[in-house]
């Protein structure tokens, strides 16, 4: 069932490789990148968030 | 006080101010002058080719000289207190700001109706053309300082609020620059105006019962 | 008697760990669409008689698009929700779903100018639903920048609604603008060919890669909203008694 | 009269005060007082509708503010950091436009008038932005001379006024809350109001 | 501290301030971007068209964006009394000016540079012309902001000076103008663009000599 | 020492002053007064060479200002009624710049201790624009504190600063005067600097 003959076809893309995985691969980049922003984005947030409580416990 | 008699001493006092800072009314003017003249500096004098680009140059700098002139529609009475003294007024703040830019309008809309066939003759329009361009630009300026108020307060005392601005009216004028640059094309083409003309008639009816009010909002955003 | 619906989930110190809970089955229906999209889409499907391979572009192209105008749909939604019932959290999701909707307006455009080079010889053309999808991504990004410029949240909340509101109203006006202005133009620029009667496979997995960026879309906007939480609560006590923060 | 109960106010991620409650009657005057950056123009613009009220509630004459609107307007005369004034507009002309936004007519003549009583006179015609600092100060206050509201919200008011400025000031209050008004002022000096003692309100950092 | 460390701290400064107010770099580039792309839609979508005026959207949309610009160059630090403070240091004035002037370019113009080529390939451009584009403009910005910083001093204070610099400016840069876009229409018509380039660098070099010197006078007498 | 003789001073058509003459020499301290308009604004930006002289002379130890150039504004510490600060920046940063422009370099922590001095530790990273009013005052005055100046020349200081700034900004003149410094300070209000009286020069309407 699958349409391939070859390894090697299936990156060729009868001669629009570079279109396709262009397309596919600023794709994949866009939504694997996304998700790695977010968790800096978070961690960010948490770690500013102890070291403020850390102060004030400190102070406490 | 009647609250058309306030809505009339807002207009005043922005055309004073405008007229007072002299060059004001003049300089909106002549920016729509040379970025036109611009043109066929930056592409060549070949007319058949300036024919053809000449109602969307005119358009887009129309576009242009107005989205310049947003800055000052609200900045300086932001920056000076005046607007914190206008939504303190009793009286409808919806109607000042209706007041302001219809005082927009004259001080940098009407002045490029009027002066658009002498610019659109530079570009051998004809005398048919040259009507439907004033037509199209007497529709359009206002809706374009009606769009663009609600840019310029969204922006109000927001830092580099200046260019922020035209990014946010630009995209919103793609409409009035489609109708009105296509009416002059249309007439050009000897398909008939009325069809775009009436459209950007119905814009601006449209913006003009909700753009103060989206407006008026922003301000009181902003004021907080 | 219990009210129909509950409120509870309005506020932002309960809808946390929710959407919390909520992500990994999300994320689960994200990969198994996405798998099984990307099965049939890349190796399943057969050929295109007229385009060739580079078809297959249409798979991530046409969801893109889809996305990214129905996100900002959404985002204009939740920001009037904020704006007209003062609830933080519709806003904050206005907030969170604004990027993810610029970058699938931005795929949708770089997929499309992937596909016009083999298709019509050029990277770009001035049609009238590419121009619109540009304008679009413009949109999204006047919304970001707003948002950004303004310091305090509460006030980027309620300026964000209002030109998200505007441009609501506008989307409609540009896209028909911008198809009639294209359609009295045609003229001897190229046109769009349309893709002849699909087969199942291929309408199968276009369908089942634009599910799996829907949910995509809404674990990134639970994510991001999260986020969104505990930066503007950060002085409240239940930021400080979340287990991540006060192990 | 303004009663406000229970008002706190959050700027940024800060408490700047809660729980805040005073009143004001009519003949009364109120000098808000406190170190800078305690809160003094944030609670002002709260009182007079222009800032969000974090929490707590504004009342005048007993109905909450927000719900008064353009009746509450006319009955409150601001003066806040700025002066209000177009700096190309000539201190008549600030006047008289100030005056008919606000709804009031003033002529010519009728604004001349203020502003020889602001110790103007001879300076009617000059475009605002060639006065010094302390003119400026004083057409803005003229403001107060036309103004029919009952409460008036002072920031600072004092601030670039010479000794006459300030007895002239002093005295256009004495009037004020004689003829029934009241009137809240911030003020980093002593100000003394002929027959008045104030209400002192200080504010502290909480 | 030495001569040059006083132009960083400038330079630094204003990138700050340009960074903080976090989208000023951004919006001046997508002013540029979103004015190239309302180009196409008031002259419509032929592309022959659209190639052939290409280099001339693109380059007058660079000098508008630069010139939109100008505006907060000295104004800001006109307002809050920093320029005032810079005139008083025991420093030469024109060494600070340009500091501000390289920091402008920084924040408003190398972005420009950056972003032309992928603008040029919506106006179907071959690779030797955006080549030849991205080389005018890296000469051609430059040139921009030295000469509008001249103007921007000169309507400092002036009330009105936001539109009043335009006027006073566009005139200036037409020879930039000239010479950039003509630079790619004669490499898109074989002619080869050296020529054009060599100018445009006479050019800057002689506005890199006199153009903050001028400015300099201009300020102190905005300031007196 | 800074001398001024027969100085005149013209605005639009009108003669502020003419004939000025005064001398500062170390250890001591003018106090400026006169009534609003007067000319005291007018006449110290001249005194720092900002605004040109229309007659008369200033000279600073017997050389005219205007053949120093540089070494004059060595000299000069101004402070006007605007601030010089930049409101996105944060205080720290904007302490920091203001003296890298100057020619003088100052770190992070030397820039916090100079803060803390002016009561606002803790505000050190806010941006400006989130400051009050006195607040912000309080950050310009922080340039005297790193300011190697020996003529200072204030227009107008202790405006919006309470009552603990106030007396902060005294001792800190009277301390800078002990060290051989000079001063010129307008100011509607009663000033007194310990262990010195000022020499108190009145403008009046000429
Ligand atoms: C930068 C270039 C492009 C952009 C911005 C773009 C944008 C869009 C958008 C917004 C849609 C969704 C419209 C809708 O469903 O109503 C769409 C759908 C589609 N696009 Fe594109 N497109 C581009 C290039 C192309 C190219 C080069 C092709 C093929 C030759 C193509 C083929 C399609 C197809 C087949 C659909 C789905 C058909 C349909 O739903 O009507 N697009 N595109
Ligand atoms: N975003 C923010 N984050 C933290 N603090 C802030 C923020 N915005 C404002 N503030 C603080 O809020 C206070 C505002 O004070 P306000 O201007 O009301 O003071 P004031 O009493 O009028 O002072 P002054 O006597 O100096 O005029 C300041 O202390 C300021 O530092
Ligand atoms: N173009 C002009 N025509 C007439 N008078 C002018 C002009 N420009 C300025 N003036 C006058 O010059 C004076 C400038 O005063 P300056 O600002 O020096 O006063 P000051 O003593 O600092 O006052 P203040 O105590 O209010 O700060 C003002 O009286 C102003 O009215
Ligand atoms: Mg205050
Ligand atoms: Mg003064």
């Known amino acids: 069932m699958i349409y391939w003959n070859s390894v090697g076809e299936f990156f060729a893309m009868g001669g629009y490789g570079f279109y396709v995985w262009g397309s596919f691969g600023a794709c994949a980049a866009a939504l694997i990148v996304e998700p790695l922003l977010l968790a800096k984005r978070r961690s960010e947030v948490l770690r500013s968030l102890q070291r403020e409580l850390s102060i004030k416990d400190d102070l406490q | 006080m009647s609250a058309f008699s306030v809505f009339l001493a807002v207009v005043r006092r922005d055309l004073l101010v405008a007229l007072r800072r002299k060059s004001e009314v003049l ?12 043109f066929p500096l930056g592409i060549g004098p070949e007319m058949d080719l300036l024919r ?12 242009l000289a107005t989205m310049l002139s947003l800055n000052r529609l609200f900045a300086n009475d932001h920056a000076d207190g005046s607007l914190e003294q206008m939504a303190l007024a009793p009286v409808p703040l919806g109607l000042l700001v209706g007041g302001k830019i219809f005082a927009h309008w004259l001080v940098s809309g009407l002045p490029l109706v009027l002066i658009a066939p002498v610019l659109g003759i530079q570009f051998d329009l004809g005398s048919r053309a040259l009507g439907v361009l004033m037509l199209s630009l007497l529709l359009g300026t206002p809706l374009l300082s009606l769009i663009g108020a609600i840019g310029a307060a969204l922006t109000l005392g927001v830092r580099g609020g200046g260019v922020l601005v035209s990014l946010l009216t630009l995209p919103l004028y793609v409409p009035a620059l489609i109708f009105g640059a296509g009416a002059v094309e249309a007439d050009i083409s000897g398909m008939g105006a009325a069809g775009h003309l009436s459209l950007l008639g119905g814009l601006l009816a449209l913006a003009v019962f909700f753009a103060p009010w989206a407006t008026t909002g922003a301000l009181k955003i902003a004021l907080e | ?70 996100l900002y749909v959404v985002m204009a939604f939740w920001a009037g929700v904020g704006l007209g019932f003062n609830t933080r959290l519709s806003s904050m999701m206005a907030s969170a779903i604004a990027p993810t909707g610029a970058m699938f307006a931005f795929l949708s455009l770089w997929t499309g100018a992937l596909w016009g080079k083999p298709m019509w010889g050029t990277w770009w053309v001035w049609d009238a639903r590419l121009t619109s999808e540009l304008i679009l991504f413009f949109l999204y990004l006047g919304f970001i920048a707003l948002q950004a410029a303004i310091d305090d949240p509460r006030r980027a909340d309620k300026a964000g609604a209002i030109l998200a509101l505007v441009g609501v109203i506008n989307v409609p006006i540009i896209y028909f603008s911008v198809m009639w202005w294209n359609t009295l133009h045609q003229g001897a620029s190229v046109s769009l060919t349309k893709a002849p009667s699909m087969a199942r496979t291929m309408l199968l997995g276009m369908l089942l890669v634009a599910l799996c960026f829907w949910m995509y879309s809404i674990v990134m906007t639970l994510l991001r909203v999260r986020a969104i939480m505990l930066e503007r609560e950060r002085h409240t006590e239940w930021v400080a008694n979340l287990k991540e923060v006060r192990p | ?40 123009t944030s609670l002002m613009r709260m009182l007079v509708g222009l800032a969000p009220v974090e929490a707590g509630e504004i009342r005048w004459h007993g109905t909450p503010i927000r719900s008064l609107g353009d009746d509450y307007r006319r009955a409150v005369c601001y003066l806040g950091h700025h002066n209000a004034l177009k700096e190309e507009l000539t201190a008549r002309e600030n006047l008289c436009v100030g005056a008919a936004v606000s709804g009031i007519a003033l002529g010519d003549d009728a604004a001349d008038a203020l502003l020889a009583r602001v110790g103007l006179a001879g300076r009617e015609q000059l475009p605002v932005r060639f006065l010094s600092q302390g003119q400026k100060r004083r057409v803005a206050l003229a403001r107060l001379l036309w103004s029919e509201a009952p409460l008036w919200v002072l920031d600072e008011p004092f601030v670039a006024l010479d000794t006459a400025a300030v007895a002239w000031l002093a005295a256009t209050l004495a009037a004020h809350l004689a003829e029934g008004g009241m009137a809240i002022v911030t003020s980093h000096q002593e100000v003394t109001i002929a027959g008045n003692t104030a209400q002192q309100l200080r504010l502290v950092r909480s």
């Open chain 2, 27 to 38: 300089t909106s003017l002549f920016f729509f002058v040379i970025v036109v003249s611009l």
């Open chain 2, 52 to 63: 053809k680009i000449a109602p969307g140059v005119l358009w887009v700098a129309a576009l």
């Open chain 3, 1 to 70: 008697m219990r009210p129909l619906i509950t409120w509870k989930y309005a506020s932002p110190q309960h809808f946390y760990p929710l959407a919390g809970k909520l992500i990994p089955w999300f994320v689960a229906l994200t990969l198994i669409f996405g798998a099984w999209g990307l099965w049939l889409g890349l190796l399943v499907a057969p050929t295109d008689a007229q385009q060739g391979e580079g078809y297959r572009i249409i798979f991530v192209h046409v969801a893109a698009s889809w996305m990214s105008m129905f």
């Open chain 4, 1 to 40: 009269m303004l009663t406000v109960s229970d008002l706190a106010c959050v700027r940024g991620d800060r408490r700047l005060f809660a729980g805040l409650e005073f009143a004001i009657e009519a003949r009364n005057w109120i000098h808000l007082t406190g170190e800078n950056g305690v809160g003094k």
